[in-house]
């Protein structure tokens, strides 16, 4: 009988390599590989895995008794990183989307097959450029863009105060590399509609109203809480939205090293998004002797460029917890608001920075 298939003699074509989350690898980039691991930190990682897995309980049951019970050890342990493994379901658990899920039967179907969207040319224009280097997201008219086709359409017929607005692409897509396409869906809506924390939703309105406020109050942290660089910033006519904007669109998902994005969406979706501000600030304090060296153009592609020693999520972000704002948040947020509540014009149309 005729051998079928490839003869073993053949030059196979070799396999992308890739990094541990899916993501190409770039010739002299090693963000995102895991050297190996030793004994030990396999045995640690399992104890971590088993801890949190008699925290959720079977599929989320025990999740909301334990935050009852224990908030401060749910933070302390969501701050070190959820386990990887462990990270869609928990996401869920963490945002309220669960409880949409369950309580809206066959709606992202509805939407995604009978409806129709004035946004469908846009999503389509977009979702190329959406984590382009990931192997889930590379094929053209591929698993991956459907998929992530599939909830920016559906979210723009949910919301079609919101529809669609680039940016989402890129949050949706974090979304989709851990859970099913209606589990991103409802989290993609737990997030812009306000299901635990703050509605998103105004960061992707006209004219980005959100937006606008987060950089009024980060404009302002930055003058408060690293003054000299702050000094810096006014002299070289620098401002929040040169550099920061995606930070909040995106949540840091785009241009970040994943691995440093992801275990700022564990505290972002748990704590909100004063993680963005202290992340924000922990960046330029590591940053700071340099930076208050540059002129203008050096300033802003360092800006848009941090090393890759600042990304270190082991050292950012125990920096970024030990900035205290939530006081000075609050009172920035009313100051904003008493500036515009009488100036409408502030709200006009603009074009959102374009990732």
Not at 252 to 262: D, G, I, K, N, R
Not at 265 to 282: P, S
């Amino acid at each position: 009988m005729e051998k079928v298939g490839v003869d073993e003699g053949d030059p196979q074509p070799p396999l992308p390599r890739v990094d541990r989350f899916g993501f190409l690898k770039q010739d002299g980039n090693s963000n995102g590989f895991a050297r190996s691991k030793s004994a030990y930190e396999y045995q640690r990682d399992e104890r971590r895995i088993r801890k949190w897995r008699k925290m959720i309980g079977v599929g989320g049951s025990d999740w909301k008794y334990y935050v009852r019970r224990k908030p401060h050890v749910v933070r302390r342990r969501i701050r070190k990183g959820i386990p990887d493994c462990l990270r869609g379901l928990v996401w869920q658990l963490i945002s309220g989307s669960r409880d949409l899920l369950l309580m809206n039967p066959g709606v992202y179907e509805q939407l995604v097959i009978y409806e129709t969207s004035a946004s469908e040319l846009d999503i389509i224009r977009d979702i190329s450029r959406t984590f382009p280097s990931h192997v889930f997201f590379q094929q053209r008219h591929g698993p991956g863009q459907r998929s992530l086709y599939n909830v920016l359409k559906a979210y723009s017929v949910y919301d079609r105060d919101v529809g669609y607005v680039q940016g989402m692409g890129f949050v949706a897509g974090l979304l989709l590399l851990y859970m099913s396409e209606e589990d991103a869906f409802w989290l993609l809506v737990a997030l812009l509609k306000g299901a635990v924390h703050s509605p998103m939703e105004g960061m992707y309105l006209v004219g980005l109203p959100l937006v606008q406020q987060y950089l009024f109050q980060f404009d302002h942290l930055v003058k408060d809480l690293l003054p000299k660089l702050g000094e810096h910033f006014s002299q070289e006519m620098i401002n929040p939205s040169m550099y920061a904007s995606q930070w909040f669109i995106t949540v840091f998902s785009y241009s970040f090293p994943f691995h440093l994005a992801l275990r700022i969406w564990d505290v972002f979706l748990h704590e909100g998004v004063k993680i963005v501000f202290k992340v924000g600030l922990a960046l330029l304090k590591y940053c700071h002797d340099d930076l208050v060296k540059l002129p203008f153009e050096k300033l802003i592609h360092a800006l848009r460029n941090f090393p890759d020693d600042a990304m270190n999520p082991d050292t950012l972000l125990p920096m970024a917890y030990s900035f205290k704002i939530s006081k000075r948040l609050k009172e920035l947020k009313q100051q904003y608001e008493m500036q515009h509540a009488k100036t409408p014009e502030n709200h006009a149309k603009q074009k959102e920075p374009s990732p």
